[in-house]
Every structure is written in structure tokens, then in C-alpha cells.
């Protein structure tokens, strides 16, 4: 596997898929609390875009999921954790981040 233009050998190959791997099912897990929030429990066959599909309207506009003031905030702590709607640059402690774009 080559990493930043240099090629990595099976040792740090493994531990870079480990941490990868670990990173990815830290936020499967992040997603499954969401997910409960919505649907009322943790069922692995909960997909999550059906969970939360796509936004018909902006957010203001978007009629009201109905979640209790608990839930609301809960999901807010979750969303938190992915850096969604943060005020702050918040720095990750994670190993490794995928950056898109």
C-alpha cells in the first residue's frame, strides 16, 4: 500500500487498515446512536438513509421531526462528534482523517 507517495511495509500496512478500520466502526457506532434516536431502537436493519433521508426543504423550512427536547438533544451530541454544525474547529483525536474534496 503506498501512503503519502511512499510505500509502507506490511507492518505499518496492517496498522494503518487496523486504524482505518477502527476509525470507520467508531463512527458506524456514532451513526447506530443517531439511528436509535430516530427509529426507537439500535436494529442493525435500520438503514440509515432511510433513517434520514434526503431533505425535501432547507432546514427552517423542513417540517419538524417531532423529537423531544431529550432527543433533540442527544442527536445534537451525536452530530457533534462527526463535526456536524460545530462552532468551533474542533481538533480530531483520531489517528488518521478522510478528507473529501
Same mark, same amino acid.
Given at each position: /500500500? ?28 456514532? /451513526? ?19 433513517? $434520514? ?28 462528534? $462527526? ?19
Amino acid at each position: /500500500m503506498k501512503h503519502e507517495g511512499r510505500n509502507l511495509n506490511p507492518n505499518q500496512d496492517l496498522h494503518l487498515k487496523q486504524n482505518i478500520e477502527a476509525y470507520l466502526d467508531e463512527r458506524r457506532e456514532w /451513526m447506530g446512536d443517531a439511528v436509535e434516536i430516530y427509529a426507537g431502537d439500535r436494529d442493525r436493519n435500520h438503514d440509515p438513509l432511510d433513517v $434520514f433521508p434526503e431533505p425535501l426543504a432547507v432546514r427552517g423550512e423542513a417540517p419538524d421531526p417531532g423529537l423531544t427536547p431529550g432527543q433533540e438533544n442527544v442527536l445534537r451530541e451525536v452530530a457533534g462528534r $462527526f463535526g456536524i454544525g460545530g462552532e468551533a474547529d474542533v481538533v480530531s483525536s483520531a489517528d488518521y482523517q478522510i478528507n473529501e474534496g
